[in-house]
């Protein structure tokens, strides 16, 4: 059974930092592209970035791109966001989520909730 | 970036069918298929039909999709009252480096 586990919400300031994980485990990681979408509160759905299966592909929302990261190791089964410049228009739920052979966001994990505010 | 157009909202009685539209451009649904996800109250999204109209394991017969041209329709035959919630098309658009994109969504009322 496929299982996305996020972790690394939190509250920040604007300005600051975090960084997102998604634990994976039930599949072979290292075969799939990977993405992360976010939901601001009361909103729909945004995509923010993807990641092909080697890690050598990014792609990114024009609305992040500049500010957030997208990597993944392989060997951890882990999958990252780096966000940097946070604004408080960055406030939602982060979702991980698993691509299946041209479907992206196939699998979703239950999110983690990032909050910028001073 | 473009988003997909939904309707906000669409209704209808159990049993009775709901039809949801989505709208987009030649750089997504004319050029690539269509998913939709259902997102119930309190709950992550969940992937509902992919390339246009094929259903995951597990997802009731009485949801299909369609697709023409830069349109796509999700309908729900035989509506029920776990079905009230959020439903999102999305489709990858090829134009700048690529992207994935979501439409605007349609919150489903089951009267």
């Known amino acids: 059974e496929v299982q996305l586990l996020e972790s690394g919400g939190g509250l920040v300031q604007p300005g600051g930092s975090l960084r997102l994980s998604c634990a994976a485990s039930g599949f072979t990681f290292s075969s799939y592209a990977m993405s992360w ?18 890690g050598g592909r990014t792609y990114y929302a024009d609305s992040v791109k500049g500010r957030f990261t997208i990597s993944r190791d392989n060997s951890k089964n882990t999958l990252y966001l780096q966000m940097n410049g946070l604004r408080a228009e960055d406030t939602a739920v982060y979702y991980c989520a698993k ?20 | 970036q473009s988003v997909l157009t939904q309707p906000p909202s669409a209704s209808g009685t159990p049993g009775q069918r709901v039809t949801i539209s989505c709208s987009g451009s030649n750089s997504n649904i004319g050029s690539n298929t269509v998913n939709w996800y259902q997102q119930l109250p309190g709950t992550a999204p ?45 489709a990858w658009d090829g134009s700048l480096n690529g992207f994935y994109v979501f439409g605007t969504g349609t919150k489903v009322t089951v009267l």
């Open chain 1, 37 to 54: 979408v976010r939901q601001a509160p009361g909103e729909g759905l945004e995509w923010v970035s993807a990641i092909s299966d080697s």
């Open chain 1, 99 to 118: 691509s299946e052979s041209s479907t992206s966001c196939y699998s979703w994990g239950q999110g983690t909730l990032v909050t910028v505010s001073s």
């Open chain 2, 46 to 90: 969940k992937l509902l039909i992919y390339s246009n109209k094929q259903r995951p394991s597990g997802v009731p017969d009485r949801f299909s999709g369609s697709k023409s041209g830069t349109s796509a329709s999700l309908a729900i035959s035989g509506l029920q009252s776990e079905d009230e919630g959020d439903y999102y098309c999305a």
